[in-house]
């Protein structure tokens, strides 16, 4: 990624200043350090004394870890807890009641604040509502909802009952809804009639009846609607409720479900290396844990600050650092529904001036395309409110890092670039920004506690200034439990033998500089990362030949200014491979049909006809050479395997 070139190039350090070193919760190198040597001198002990002082039990664990069925680990076994009291019943008690949790901003402007009081109140209604149904401990519930108050209000009424929720992002088309509808045998879906988004409706609803008409979706008993704007949507009855029913006359106390701390709080989807999407499932205790103690040290946050994390609850960063997180600091939180760039490219400068954001956490695809759309236009607003910044997602190319640590932090700011996965539940290598000096691009060093190293294909670590694989050689609360009805696919994937099976391998590569300080390089797999999401290239693959005009297809990323990564098709139609107009209009349809297989966020953006695909002669695709012909490279890697060199210059051609 040339981002990355760029970023390995850059030596300048941005100390922390000293008044904000100083009433930092982590405080200076000795801070780090002290708790770094806790975590080595006796690992148990650290994470035991962490989950005790940060979390509330009903009943205490006796023992931190069970390693005894490695990699499938356990944390807090036989502690018994319930994340929504965490998040809810804890701030009642502990002077909360009347703070805002939540400021919610629509699409169209509207402010609504939910006090803790409240959003209890709500939160204890619709499990009331979902119990009344029926639905108990252990069901999965499927939540296919906009960026809303009901949307965290959903995900903790679940956590409250012990049902197991599956947030897939509205983005996503109806046919990924059905596939994870049946992967996670949900029993009850939770939508809403329509999205607002930049000014538009977007039908929501429609998706779910879709999935239903693929088939599949047997499982499941009800389907139940937030009305977000009343819009004219199918309602099937007997089957369909709307929530304002589901809650209506019930009471706002709900006794919370009494769970281990193992017991499954969530299953997110995400990309792998096959077609297939992975239920990434992850726990009550361990996962609470982290989501909590990484936003008190890596946001520093305090009482009086008011956080605003970007991300849709569709994504990890919109569960740990929306729904869960800031909420079990007892914070206030800023809820968006809308895009950056409606009604124009000021509309974040715009809200957190109005809102007094102190952090602010966002991702580098939206910092590029602010800087695009208005790079002068955050002077416009008065953001001295803000006194952290922070990034997610994928590396942050150095310009922007530094736009946004002069333009939006008024060189004022610490700036916490976080590397984390959906698996890993909350932040791994992140700065402190009261201890770590910074390097635009870099995510600096890793959390206490947090044993991630660079190693070599042997396992070995790699010495400084050196790259490597990202692996973590020891197992964290907040890590994934296993891929939900497929444990021998989690245990292939996160913990492969050729690394002898006992680290978790991240899938990204990295490299360690002489300061000790990680730079991750993008992923090693088949994956991509378009935007900060993860597409994965078979997924599409196998999107683009389900189409009845394809034969064959091959998908690779390239270096894009914007969005990080593009997508790139290489497709082989059952015809000859068409060109101008005709080859246009084909590209436009199989995108739409992309679109609507997987979402929009996987449409291709460049599609290249051809023959055939370059293959070796025992007939595999050599996707390096389609990565360079994507990114409009010279060839110079070895083609003497190649079965049908020819192909090389009608692709190249194309475009
Ligand atoms: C939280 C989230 C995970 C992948 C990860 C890596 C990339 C995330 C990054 C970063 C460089 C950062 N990634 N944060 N790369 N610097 N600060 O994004 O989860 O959607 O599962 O993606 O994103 O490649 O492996 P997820």
Not at 128 to 134: A, F, R
Not at 145 to 173: K, N, T, W, Y
Not at 220 to 241: A, S
């Given at each position: 990624?040339?981002?990355?070139?760029?970023?390995?190039?850059e030596?300048?350090?941005?100390?922390?200043?000293e008044?904000?070193?100083k009433?930092?919760?982590?405080?200076?190198?000795?801070?780090?350090?002290?708790?770094r040597?806790?975590?080595?001198?006796?690992?148990?002990?650290f994470?035991g004394?962490?989950a005790?002082?940060?979390?509330?039990?009903?009943?205490?664990?006796?023992?931190?870890l069970?390693?005894?069925?490695?990699p499938?680990?356990?944390?807090?076994?036989d502690?018994v807890?319930?994340?929504?009291?965490n998040?809810?019943?804890?701030?009642?008690?502990?002077?909360?009641?009347?703070?805002?949790?939540i400021i919610?901003?629509?699409d169209?402007?509207?402010?609504?604040?939910?006090?803790?009081?409240?959003?209890?109140?709500?939160?204890c209604?619709f499990?009331?509502?979902l119990k009344?149904?029926?639905?108990a401990?252990?069901?999965r519930?499927?939540i296919?909802?906009?960026m809303?108050?009901e949307?965290?209000v959903?995900m903790?009424?679940?956590a409250?009952?012990?049902i197991?929720?599956?947030?897939?992002?509205g983005?996503?088309?109806?046919?990924s809804?059905q596939?994870?509808?049946?992967?996670?045998g949900?029993?009850?879906?939770?939508?809403a009639?329509?999205q607002?988004?930049?000014?538009k409706?977007?039908p929501?609803?429609?998706?779910?009846?879709?999935a239903?008409a693929?088939?599949?979706?047997?499982?499941?008993r009800?389907?139940?609607?937030?009305?977000?704007?009343?819009g004219?949507?199918p309602?099937?009855?007997?089957?369909?409720?709307?929530?304002k029913?589901?809650?209506?006359?019930?009471p706002t106390?709900?006794?919370?479900?009494?769970?281990?701390?193992e017991?499954?709080?969530?299953?997110?989807f995400?990309s792998?290396?096959?077609?297939?999407?992975k239920?990434v499932?992850?726990?009550?205790?361990?996962?609470?844990?982290?989501?909590k103690?990484s936003?008190?040290?890596?946001?520093?946050?305090?009482?009086?600050?008011?956080f605003?994390?970007?991300a849709?609850?569709g994504?990890?960063?919109?569960?740990t650092?929306?729904?869960?997180?800031p909420?079990?600091?007892?914070?206030?939180?800023?809820?968006?529904?809308g895009?950056p760039?409606?009604?124009?490219?000021g509309?974040?400068?715009?809200?957190?001036?109005d809102?007094?954001?102190?952090?602010f956490?966002?991702?580098?695809t939206a910092?590029?395309?602010?800087?695009?759309a208005?790079?002068?236009?955050?002077?416009?607003?008065?953001l001295s409110?803000?006194?952290?910044l922070g990034s997610?997602?994928?590396?942050?190319?150095p310009?922007a890092?530094?736009?946004?640590?002069n333009v939006v932090?008024?060189?004022?700011c610490?700036?916490?670039?976080?590397?984390w996965?959906t698996?890993?539940?909350?932040?791994?290598?992140?700065?402190?920004p009261?201890?770590?000096?910074?390097?635009?691009g870099s995510?600096t060093?890793?959390l206490p506690?947090?044993?991630?190293?660079?190693?070599?294909?042997t396992?070995?670590?790699?010495?400084?200034g050196?790259?490597?694989?990202?692996?973590?050689?020891?197992p964290?609360?907040?890590?994934?439990?296993?891929?939900w009805?497929?444990?021998?696919?989690?245990?292939?994937s996160?913990?492969?033998?050729d690394f002898?099976g006992?680290y978790?391998l991240?899938?990204?590569?990295?490299?360690?500089?002489?300061?000790?300080y990680f730079?991750?390089?993008g992923?090693?797999?088949?994956?991509?990362?378009v935007?900060?999401?993860?597409?994965?290239?078979?997924?599409?693959?196998?999107?683009?030949v389900?189409?009845?005009?394809?034969?064959?297809?091959?998908v690779?990323?390239?270096?894009?200014?914007?969005?990080?990564?593009?997508?790139?098709?290489f497709?082989v139609?059952?015809?000859?491979?068409?060109q101008?107009a005709?080859?246009q209009?084909?590209a436009?349809?199989l995108?739409?049909?992309?679109?609507?297989?997987?979402?929009?966020?996987?449409?291709?953006k460049d599609?290249?006809?051809?023959d055939n695909?370059p293959?070796?002669?025992?007939?595999?695709?050599?996707?390096?050479?389609?990565?360079s012909i994507a990114?409009?490279?010279?060839i110079?890697?070895?083609?003497?395997?190649?079965e049908?060199p020819?192909?090389?210059?009608?692709?190249k051609t194309?475009?």
């Amino acid at each position: 990624m040339g981002s990355i070139e760029t970023s390995l190039q850059e030596n300048r350090v941005f100390e922390p200043a000293e008044d904000f070193v100083k009433q930092a919760r982590v405080s200076g190198i000795a801070g780090y350090e002290a708790l770094r040597a806790e975590a080595e001198a006796d690992f148990e002990g650290f994470w035991g004394r962490l989950a005790k002082e940060n979390l509330s039990w009903k009943t205490p664990f006796t023992k931190v870890l069970d390693e005894s069925n490695a990699p499938f680990y356990k944390w807090f076994e036989d502690g018994v807890m319930n994340v929504s009291y965490n998040c809810l019943d804890v701030n009642l008690q502990n002077g909360n009641a009347d703070k805002v949790a939540i400021i919610f901003e629509a699409d169209g402007g509207e402010v609504t604040k939910v006090t803790y009081r409240e959003l209890h109140a709500r939160v204890c209604q619709f499990a009331n509502g979902l119990k009344s149904l029926g639905y108990a401990k252990g069901e999965r519930a499927l939540i296919y909802l906009p960026m809303s108050i009901e949307a965290v209000v959903a995900m903790q009424a679940c956590a409250r009952l012990g049902i197991i929720h599956s947030v897939v992002f509205g983005g996503f088309s109806a046919k990924s809804v059905q596939e994870r509808i049946a992967d996670a045998g949900a029993s009850v879906v939770i939508t809403a009639d329509e999205q607002v988004r930049g000014g538009k409706n977007i039908p929501l609803k429609p998706a779910i009846d879709e999935a239903f008409a693929i088939g599949g979706c047997e499982s499941v008993r009800n389907v139940i609607i937030y009305q977000r704007t009343g819009g004219n949507i199918p309602f099937v009855e007997g089957r369909d409720l709307w929530l304002k029913d589901v809650i209506a006359n019930q009471p706002t106390e709900c006794e919370p479900e009494w769970l281990s701390a193992e017991h499954p709080l969530f299953i997110l989807f995400t990309s792998g290396s096959t077609g297939k999407p992975k239920g990434v499932q992850h726990s009550t205790g361990g996962y609470l844990l982290w989501a909590k103690l990484s936003l008190l040290w890596t946001f520093d946050l305090k009482p009086n600050d008011v956080f605003w994390c970007t991300a849709d609850v569709g994504w990890v960063t919109g569960h740990t650092y929306i729904a869960y997180g800031p909420l079990a600091c007892g914070a206030t939180e800023v809820v968006f529904e809308g895009v950056p760039t409606y009604p124009d490219a000021g509309r974040f400068w715009k809200m957190i001036q109005d809102h007094k954001v102190s952090i602010f956490y966002t991702a580098p695809t939206a910092i590029r395309s602010l800087i695009k759309a208005g790079g002068d236009l955050p002077t416009k607003y008065d953001l001295s409110s803000l006194r952290l910044l922070g990034s997610v997602g994928e590396p942050i190319n150095p310009e922007a890092w530094v736009w946004y640590y002069n333009v939006v932090g008024g060189a004022r700011c610490p700036i916490v670039d976080t590397w984390w996965q959906t698996e890993t539940g909350g932040h791994m290598i992140t700065p402190l920004p009261g201890v770590h000096g910074l390097k635009p691009g870099s995510c600096t060093q890793p959390l206490p506690g947090i044993a991630a190293a660079i190693v070599d294909e042997t396992g070995t670590d790699v010495a400084k200034g050196n790259g490597g694989f990202l692996v973590i050689k020891k197992p964290w609360p907040s890590m994934i439990r296993t891929i939900w009805n497929d444990p021998e696919r989690f245990k292939k994937s996160y913990y492969p033998a050729d690394f002898g099976g006992k680290y978790y391998l991240a899938g990204d590569g990295a490299n360690v500089d002489l300061d000790g300080y990680f730079w991750i390089m993008g992923r090693i797999d088949d994956v991509l990362n378009v935007s900060g999401h993860r597409m994965g290239t078979m997924e599409i693959e196998s999107a683009l030949v389900a189409n009845p005009l394809v034969a064959e297809a091959a998908v690779v990323g390239r270096p894009d200014d914007l969005t990080g990564e593009a997508i790139c098709a290489f497709v082989v139609l059952k015809q000859a491979a068409p060109q101008g107009a005709e080859a246009q209009a084909i590209a436009k349809e199989l995108r739409d049909w992309v679109g609507r297989e997987i979402g929009p966020i996987a449409k291709p953006k460049d599609i290249r006809f051809g023959d055939n695909l370059p293959k070796t002669r025992s007939g595999k695709i050599m996707r390096r050479l389609l990565r360079s012909i994507a990114k409009g490279e010279e060839i110079t890697q070895d083609t003497s395997t190649l079965e049908n060199p020819a192909i090389l210059d009608q692709l190249k051609t194309s475009r």
